[in-house]
């Protein structure tokens, strides 16, 4: 298990939300370390965690019950107070006045009683006790979202916090891994993995980017084979039109249309799978920046997520010829998926950013930055590899003329050009602000 580091954020707003009680939301994608982060929060606090598990209700209950009897006064007086209802289980909380108690992997106990959400609602309302808090939380993001963001679920706008986890830093990985964030072998490594902890256990330090993919999709039972399978399952996503869009989106093709002519049905017949997708942040829906998605017509879909991304795009096209690859062309397959998750990761460390494309131009990163007043854009062009002195000048020129053609470009002006490469990597400073800002979303 990798050492736990950072986090310090979402410590901080936990112990904030502590001091005043109520109801806490955590949500995240399963392996973002969501649990490690709150049972090492909860040890310190004193707090009870249970975690539920999937099954009836009573079959819940009872290890609910089991896993906080110890701490919880009024759950340890003996097997005739263990609860028959979710009502009696939470009377059985308000009884002990236990003043931190964490339940997660909550959408369990929703999806064996769809009328457990309306007697969360009225213990919130009605029954707990004053600076008691009580956190939930959950894996599925559908099924987060549809109980506490859905305006017409019971608990919706009953949460004082509903509290993200996001996947974690590019430094946060070089840290836990010990690898030096300056050096580009390490961001490769990190575009196998993202942010999320669980697979950085994977990671040996002295092992090449080629060698990791090995070990972790190429290898005799990869760890990675069936993981977009079973992230499908924990969202309730099934069929196999979902893992046909993924497929899609992997091997290119990014516009609806696109993706619906690979799978050879009408766009009309997706929409359903494309929305159960984002929701479940398994894929990410873009719009050209500026433009509103209650207006515009023109989406791209992109699989946001490294590791599921590199699954699409090289694993599953190459893996039965992949052995039998030079070195060089390991390299190189992999060298076509860091290039586009350099790019993401710069736009996602630009909270406001977005791609913005128009007939035939295309640009990486589009932001307004103000200073002293005045608001200028400002157009990034990410290259994956160190540009040279002259490239980057006829890069500036060619981006620079290419905007004032574009629309926003009549709106806002003149852009200011800044070409990226990857040797941001070796500027410390300014990698840790756009890694904080990043954490910050």
Not at 87 to 107: A, K, M, S, T, Y
Not at 166 to 195: C, D, H, I, Q
């Amino acid at each position: 298990m990798v050492d736990f580091v950072n986090r310090k954020l979402e410590l901080s707003e936990l112990t904030a939300l502590a001091e005043r009680g109520g109801l806490v939301v955590v949500y995240g994608r399963r392996r973002v370390g969501k649990s490690r982060l709150l049972t090492r929060w909860l040890a310190e606090r004193g707090g009870l965690y249970a975690q539920a598990i999937e099954g009836s209700p009573a079959m819940q209950m009872e290890q609910l019950g089991r896993d906080l009897r110890e701490g919880a006064g009024a759950l340890r007086q003996g097997p005739e107070l263990t609860p028959r209802t979710w009502v009696e289980f939470f009377e059985l909380l308000r009884l002990d006045g236990h003043p931190i108690v964490c339940i997660d992997e909550f959408p369990y106990l929703v999806l064996a009683d769809s009328t457990l959400p309306s007697v969360v609602q009225r213990f919130v309302d009605h029954r707990m006790p004053k600076g008691m808090t009580l956190i939930l939380a959950g894996s599925s993001m559908r099924m987060m979202h549809d109980t506490f963001l859905n305006r017409g679920a019971p608990l919706f706008g009953r949460a004082a916090k509903l509290l993200p986890i996001r996947p974690m830093s590019y430094l946060a990985f070089a840290e836990s891994v010990g690898n030096a964030a300056a050096l580009r072998g390490t961001f490769e490594k990190f575009s196998l993995v993202g942010g999320v902890p669980r697979y950085w256990e994977f990671v040996r330090p002295r092992a090449s980017a080629v060698e990791l993919s090995e070990s972790l999709f190429f290898g005799f039972a990869p760890y990675f084979g069936e993981e977009p399978a079973r992230l499908l399952k924990d969202e309730g996503i099934q069929g196999q039109n979902p893992l046909s869009v993924l497929e899609a989106v992997g091997r290119g093709a990014t516009k609806p249309s696109e993706i619906a002519a690979r799978l050879g049905t009408a766009q009309s017949n997706l929409t359903r799978i494309f929305d159960a997708l984002v929701d479940a942040a398994l894929l990410a829906r873009e719009i050209p920046f500026g433009e509103s998605s209650r207006t515009t017509k023109r989406v791209l879909y992109c699989i946001a997520d490294p590791a599921l991304r590199f699954h699409f795009h090289v694993y599953s096209p190459h893996r039965t010829r992949w052995q039998h690859y030079a070195a060089e062309e390991k390299a190189r397959l992999v060298a076509t998926h860091v290039g586009p998750v350099f790019e993401a990761w710069y736009r996602a460390a630009h909270p406001g950013s977005g791609r913005y494309w128009e007939g035939e131009r295309e640009f990486d990163v589009v932001r307004l930055e103000t200073s002293r007043g005045k608001t200028r854009p400002v157009v990034s062009e990410l290259k994956w590899g160190e540009v040279t002195k002259a490239e980057r000048v006829r890069l500036e020129e060619r981006i620079a003329l290419a905007w004032t053609a574009t629309t926003p470009g009549k709106k806002y002006g003149p852009c200011e050009v800044e070409i990226v490469d990857s040797s941001l990597l070796k500027d410390a400073p300014r990698m840790k602000r756009l890694c904080a800002a990043q954490e910050r979303g």
